[in-house]
């Protein structure tokens, strides 16, 4: 085979050194082709790596849903009509929309804790947001927790003054090395003993500076009654989240009288639409990356169809006399492919090495403000780009193969 040819080597390198210069910038454009590719593909995948991480534990086919004031007179209601969720809801909903995975009642103290509760132990104190929870949260947003367990059915059923705690609380009402599992907090003048405490969760909507409790322990304490501050839903799989968003609010529209156009009763905010629309958009810039670099590349690689066709006219007097010596045309036609791929993954190598070190170095960039984490570059993506770089290396390179193959020995003898 040719390639084990030294000979053919040594050819390849005469060939490509004669004019350094003119090689160099051909081959620039293909590596600078294979360059973008891998760049602009690790980029997209670093800032797919990044959304992930921020949406690291939450069910991202979900929403949350609220009560708000009505936008429109109806049924005899005026406009203004301040509107309320209940415990009821809940059911009401499941039992008339379907595609429901999860339906999550949550309370606070004011508008989404606007009122915070003063929590005492000992001479320490502090204001923390409080809130009802059910042991369902966990399948909603996943909650790490440093120490202890998070609520449970029986704190549930037999309303126990229990709770789980953020790490900011431990901090603030406890020393360092003080285990703070069986011991009481007050919360606004209720004694409450700590079952748990928290991490932060850097990645979703929960602070640490909160403190959860048995939801019907709270609805009792602070009289609640059945009213709610609002719920958090999770779809089944593959089910369309927007579609269950407008389903849950007709049926709410309907349950209380509301005007249908009314938009503005109930407020929401749907997590698996935002996700959704991050996923369209990572999804273009793949396909944007894959587009640019791979026609980027095939005008690096034609620009060396144009290089060999040169370089074959200036050795029309070579081949001439190889094939006067006895070269076959398979021969001529191989080395010529032969330089061709070889020149193709030389600059699609030097490209992939170079976007490789910049993408190392882009790993270093840490950003609150833009999700960015470890922009990386599939194999398999690599490998078919080095696949199609060399198939078209060796489709590109057929003509001037053809060309020096229709080289008559008697008319190159004659060039000079």
């Given at each position: 085979m040719i390639i084990f040819n030294i000979d053919a080597w040594q050819e390849l390198w005469h060939s490509v050194s004669k004019n350094k210069l003119r090689t160099s910038l051909t081959l620039i454009g293909v590596a600078w082709g294979m360059f973008l590719f891998v760049l602009l593909l690790g980029m997209a995948k670093g800032m797919e790596n990044g959304f992930s991480d921020i949406f690291e534990g939450v069910a991202t086919n979900s929403m949350f849903l609220w009560a708000q004031q009505t936008d429109q007179p109806y049924n005899g209601f005026p406009r203004g009509r301040e509107m309320k969720l209940s415990i009821k809801d809940v059911e009401y909903i499941k039992k008339n929309v379907s595609g429901i995975k999860n339906i999550i009642p949550r309370n606070v103290l004011g508008r989404f804790g606007t009122e915070p509760s003063l929590i005492i132990r000992g001479i320490k104190k502090g204001t923390y947001q409080t809130f009802?929870?059910?042991p369902a949260l966990m399948n909603f947003q996943k909650i790490n927790l440093n120490t202890g367990r998070f609520l449970n059915q029986k704190d549930i059923d037999d309303n126990r003054k229990v709770c789980v705690i953020g790490e900011k609380v431990y901090n603030d009402l406890f020393e360092k090395t003080e285990n703070p599992i069986g011991e009481y907090i007050k919360i606004n003048g209720i004694y409450f003993q700590v079952v748990g405490v928290y991490k932060k969760v850097d990645k979703g909507w929960m602070g640490d500076n909160s403190?959860?409790?048995?939801f019907n322990t709270f609805q009792e304490i602070f009289n609640q009654g059945e009213e709610i501050g609002w719920m958090a839903i999770t779809a089944e799989d593959s089910y369309d989240i927007k579609k269950l968003e407008t389903d849950i609010k007709d049926v709410l529209k309907r349950k209380y009288k509301v005007s249908p156009q009314?938009?503005?009763?109930?407020?929401?905010f749907n997590l698996g639409e935002m996700f959704g629309k991050i996923k369209g958009f990572l999804m273009g810039m793949q396909i944007l990356t894959i587009s640019v670099g791979i026609l980027t590349i095939i005008a690096g690689i034609i620009a060396i169809s144009n290089i060999l066709l040169i370089t074959i006219k200036e050795r029309t007097k070579e081949i001439g006399i190889r094939r006067a010596l006895g070269a076959k045309p398979s021969q001529?036609?191989?080395q010529v492919l032969l330089e061709s791929v070889t020149l193709t993954l030389f600059a699609g190598l030097s490209g992939?090495?170079?976007a490789t070190f910049v993408l190392f170095g882009m790993s270093f960039i840490k950003s609150e403000e833009f999700p960015f984490i470890n922009p990386t570059v599939s194999p398999l993506n690599i490998f078919w780009a080095?696949?199609?770089?060399?198939a078209l290396g060796l489709l590109i390179g057929l003509l001037p193969a053809q060309r020096a193959v229709m080289i008559k020995p008697i008319e190159a003898l004659r060039t000079e």
């Open positions: 009802g929870d059910l403190i959860l409790m048995p009314d938009n503005e009763a109930f407020g929401s001529i036609r191989s992939f090495v170079a080095l696949s199609i770089m060399t």
